[in-house]
Every structure is written in C-alpha cells, then in structure tokens.
C-alpha cells in the first residue's frame, strides 16, 4: 500500500479550511447556546456512529457527517445566554495557536522532541511567575492540564517536604507509620481536587480539614487559629494549607496575606489555588485582590478560564525550582546524565522531571501566541469587562421581584434564586431545579445549578466579555420568566 502524504501534514492546510468552513456552517445553524437534545437522544445518535468504520469516506464527508453533528449538539460558550460553568470561548489567536500545535505535535518530555517548545514554556513559566511577584530566574514550574493536576502537583510536594523535615524520603521508601497523622487544611469551599488529591497520595480524604468561611465566604484565620492548635494537642502533623483565590461558587478569595503569615510561623507548605482567580495578575485594576499570592510555595493557574484558552492549558508554579525535585527522574532514552566532551551550548533543559505527566503537547504556544497578538494590558481589560459584568447581572437580579441574590459577585459569578410564592414555599427547590432544566432543554440559556446550605441555587458564570449589559439583563429577565411560569397554579 502506498501511502498518500496528504493524509499527514501535508493535508494540513486543506483539512483547516475545510473544519474553518464546517464551523461556520454549524454557527449559521444555531440558534441559541444548545440544541435542546435531550441525553437520551443524544446517547441513540451516539450509538449510531461506527467508531472504527472499515472504509473512510474522505476528510469533506466526515465533516460533513461527524464535524457537524458534533458542532449542532455542542453548547456554544461565546453565546452570551451560556453561563453555567468556568467554561470560556477562546480568543481567535488561541484557537490558531493550538492548531500550529497539534500540527507540529511537539512533546515536551524531552528536548530532542520539542527544542523550541521547552524553551517556549519556560519563558512562559517564567513570565508568569514574575507578574506572581517572584524571581523568574529562581521560580520553577510547568504547563499542566488544568487546576485539578496543578492541585495535585502542590500537595504532593507538600507531603514530601513534610515528610523530609522528619528524614524519610516518600519517593524511595513510601508514606510510612507517620502518613496517617498528615493534614491538610482548607476553606470548606476549596475544589474537589484537594480531597481528591488527598486520596491519591495515600493521605486519604479524611486528612483534609476544611474549615469555616466568614459572611463572604472567605476562610476565617480564626479558625485556623483553632484548628491548628487542635492537630497540635492531638498529635496530628498539619502539611499543607490551601488558600482559594476563586471558589467555584462565589469566587471569593481567602485572605491571602493573614493566611499567608499564619503558614510562616507554623511551617506549612502554602498552596494558592488561583485555577479561576489567576487571571487577575494581568489586571491593572484588580490585580489587589491577590494581594499575598507571592508569599506562597506554590501557585495554580488556568489558562482556560479567565484567560481565554482552549480547555486543558494551566500552569504549576513553584517559588523555587529546588522545590520541583521530588519529581526529578532519569530515564535514559529521554534525558541522560550530560555526556561528556558534548559540543558548547548543548546542555539540553528536559522537562520530563518537572511533570507528572510524560508525553505533553505544546500547550504553551495558545497563551504565548494569544499575548503576542493582543496584549497583556488588552487581555487584563477583558478580565475587567467579565467582573463589570457580573455587577451587572447582581444588579438586574436585584431588579427582578421574582429572584433573589444570594452573594454580591467578587469574580464573574452571580448566585442567586428564584422565589415562588409566598403561599407555596416548599416549591423552592424543585422550581430552581426546573428552570435551569427548562431554559436547557428548549435550547434558551445554559445556567449554572448549585447548592447553598443544602438549598438549590442558580448560578451564573460569566467570562464572555463580548456579552454586553443587555444581554445579561435579557438573559436573568429569562431566567425570572421561566420561573413565573413553571411556578403558576
């Protein structure tokens, strides 16, 4: 069989114009920010599809057949009506960026197989480890697929720090008879990651404390306070406190510098999840609210929310690179001790020893090109323009009889809830839970659902900054309506 070139890179200009052309077809189709196809009816069309067909039918059929029925049933984030999750549209130099990527297919775990791209993500590691507040040249890190593995990444050198200061090394020998009296504190609004990531060290999720948060539902350093003192009578070693700059929720921020005090006197690990809030270091006008952050060990960042980038493109930082080598590995087809007698400047820097993961594309290249092409200070001014419009979407949710705010917005989430009448309250729950399952299923809005004190709550997110005041006052004004009428006798 002779191989035709065009199915590789070759074919790669015809095959972007081709999905250029099948996505703006599918966006002449739409509607609204969904289809309104129901689970089950996506699951049958699913069924459908021959995963593995015998014969292909060219690039243009499978567009036409496979791109665009995945396109018609996607919800559409650059909608201004989709605002359920921290789930963004992407800048147009982003989504050109991961093409160059994908085509390229660099791979980070060794130099020899992305020599531009390790050093590209380094400059980037760098870069952003000064606008935290640290010294470039001594702060380490690495690209990551997002919060959940950054979260991961901190909490596991928190353990091994921890462990070390008691001279056993977890790598070589394994948690030991200690590993049960770890903790790890937090707000009781930190991600799911961190128990989770408890569970996947050994810890358990059980090591993990959260602890109360104050009316706007930051941590309490009080509590803190209290809870250390606890672990110490009880004999427990504290290993890691998680500070959150951006509950999922309410976007609040924990307080950074009185939190970041408390981790110097007692000696624990500071681990700022800033997956959300991270975007605020390129705001001239919020960059305040992460006040604190550099005095943390280490720092998670997302690209993909307040930054506009396609999903699974983050950042691990740490405040020292030294910090990194418990991850440190020697693997001999993919970075070898130096050899001697090698040729001036071919020191290769391999990055297989800073990730947990091995083969890693180049996901640097979306945020790098993206600020090449608009700007650090463009882009902090559309973090600006998501929180104007979160004030917005509180204000038009005061407005509305029907619904009631739950927080005022500290990022670009709005909490709230519709209120049925006074003479049927035990509807509350059941009538939010019915409007975000409503506007979803007629293909209106996509909302947020979540719970506050066990009670159901809408919610939305907003990081379309092409959304505009109207829009979102048109979008709550949906959500009051669908209640109204799901409400009526």
């Known amino acids: 069989m002779r191989v035709d070139a065009g199915l590789f890179v070759d074919g790669v200009p015809g095959a972007l114009r081709a999905a250029a052309d099948c996505l703006a077809a599918a966006a002449g189709e739409r509607t609204g920010p969904y289809s309104g196809a129901s689970p089950e009816r996506l699951a049958k069309v699913a069924a459908g599809i021959d995963p593995f067909p015998e014969e292909g039918a060219g690039l243009d059929a499978a567009l036409a057949g496979l791109g665009r029925l995945s396109l018609r049933h996607a919800v559409d984030p650059a909608h201004p ?38 050093h590209l993500e380094q400059r980037l590691v760098a870069g952003l480890a000064a606008r935290v507040g640290w010294d470039p040249e001594v702060a380490g890190g690495v690209v990551t697929s997002g919060g959940t593995q950054s979260n991961l990444m901190g909490l596991l050198l928190a353990r091994d720090a921890t462990a070390g200061r008691a001279g056993r090394d977890v790598a070589a020998d394994g948690l030991g008879p200690d590993a049960g009296r770890y903790r790890i504190v937090c707000s009781e609004l930190a991600h799911f990651s961190v128990a989770r990531s408890a569970t996947l060290l050994g810890l358990g999720s059980r090591a993990v404390q959260p602890l109360g948060v104050d009316g706007d539902r930051r941590l309490r350093p009080e509590e803190l306070d209290r809870a250390l003192d606890r672990m110490d009578a009880a ?39 800033a997956a959300w809030g991270g975007g605020l270091l390129f705001s001239d006008r919020h960059r305040d609210l992460l006040a604190g952050i550099e005095a943390a060990d280490s720092v998670a960042v997302d690209f993909h929310k307040l930054l506009w980038q396609p999903a699974g493109c983050g950042a691990f930082l740490v405040r020292d690179q030294g910090l990194l080598a418990p991850l440190e590995v020697t693997v001999p087809y993919l970075n070898p001790d130096p050899v001697a007698g090698a040729p001036d400047g071919w020191a290769m820097p391999h990055l297989v020893g800073r990730s947990l993961a091995t083969t890693r594309r180049f996901a640097a290249l979306t945020p790098l090109l993206s600020f090449q092409a608009v700007g650090r200070r463009a882009i902090g001014e559309l973090v600006d323009r998501t929180l104007a419009l979160a004030v917005q979407a509180a204000a038009a949710v005061d ?23 006074p003479d049927r309250p035990g509807r509350s729950d059941q009538v939010n839970e019915a409007i975000r399952l409503h506007l979803l ?9 979540t719970e506050v004190a066990g009670r159901v709550h809408l919610k939305l997110t907003l990081l379309n900054p092409t959304a505009t005041e109207a829009d979102v006052a048109g979008l709550v004004a949906l959500v009051a309506s669908a209640g109204a009428g799901i409400d009526r006798p």
């Open 81 to 118: 009506s989709c605002a359920a999750h921290l789930h963004c549209q992407p800048l147009a130099a982003a989504v050109a960026a991961d093409a160059l990527a994908g085509a390229a297919n660099q791979s980070l775990d060794s130099w020899d197989q992305g020599p531009m791209a390790t």
């Open 235 to 273: 004999g427990q070693v504290p290993m890691a406190l998680v500070a959150t700059a951006g509950t999922t929720d309410f976007g609040s921020i924990d307080p950074l510098p009185a939190l970041a005090g408390r981790a110097r006197e007692r000696g624990l690990w500071l681990h700022v999840d």
């Open 399 to 421: 407005a509305q009889p029907g619904l009631a705010l739950t927080a005022d917005p500290v990022l670009g989430s709005v909490v709230f809830r519709y209120v049925p009448s």
């Open 441 to 449: 299923a007629t293909g209106q809005a996509v909302v947020g659902r």
